[in-house]
């Protein structure tokens, strides 16, 4: 029997403006606001130390002083590393000056977006990331779609009709398992997903994994109303 896939460092992105979700963000990060009365980002870092996560490296931005105040003042159950974006360097930029501040060098690592609510067995998507051997795994969300569907049969008959069903088209859900390699391969500044990701693809270097558990990204009032709902009030 293999013994499991452990990755043991991260980086979450927490650099971006948020500005769908003003006023909200006039005063605080995006990643600090609060789903069920609990900051995302406490969410995610809880959930990255129950996978065996022991280090992770925030990289701020748009006010950085209120996080690293929350974080500082905050019990953590890992250790946290903040670095500071001086300029806007987009998400792959961000990955990769973020990236380059882990302590484990050679050593796989997990990325997260800020703004991501989620649960499902990461210590899975790290051994599948393993066994592929690619630079880098997506895992894969099905959004739900916010209309109601009709399904039809192959006459054109109605069949029944579906409330906010999945999408049948998965999307990149924010959540990555990288191998140290990848750092040389993202940009600078800009988007890895216009950059990196295609050229991966390309050469059979890129992975993905689909993602079972709850998913839902914020970028808007609506979001944090609706998932609140689906929460409810004790959280995932």
Not at 95 to 123: C, E, M, Q, S, V
């Amino acid at each position: 029997m293999t013994s499991p896939v452990r990755v043991r460092q991260a980086v979450i992105l927490a650099g971006g403006q948020g500005s769908r979700l003003k006023p909200y963000t006039d005063t605080r990060p995006k990643p600090m606001i609060e789903v069920a009365g609990r900051c995302i980002i406490d969410h995610q870092i809880e959930w990255l130390a129950e996978a065996g996560v022991t280090d992770v490296v925030v990289s701020a931005g748009h006010l950085h002083e209120v996080l690293i105040e929350h974080l500082s003042a905050t019990t953590q159950p890992l250790r946290i590393t903040t670095v500071v974006e001086d300029e806007p360097l987009g998400r792959g930029g961000a990955l990769k000056y973020a990236g380059r501040h882990l302590p484990i060098p050679g050593a796989d690592w997990y990325a997260l977006n800020g703004d991501i609510w989620t649960r499902f067995d990461l210590g899975a998507m790290a051994a599948c990331h393993a066994q592929r051997r690619v630079l880098a795994t997506i895992g894969l969300a099905r959004p739900r779609i916010p209309w109601g569907v009709v399904e039809v049969d192959q006459r054109g008959r109605v069949t029944d009709f579906v409330e906010a069903p999945p999408s049948p088209y998965p999307i990149n859900g924010g959540i990555y398992v990288f191998s140290e390699e990848i750092l040389d391969l993202l940009p600078d500044t800009g988007d890895h997903e216009r950059s990196t990701f295609p050229l991966l693809a390309r050469q059979r270097r890129l992975a993905g994994w689909p993602i079972e558990g709850y998913w839902r990204a914020i970028d808007t009032a609506k979001d944090i109303r609706e998932i609140a709902i689906e929460l409810g009030v004790g959280g995932a």
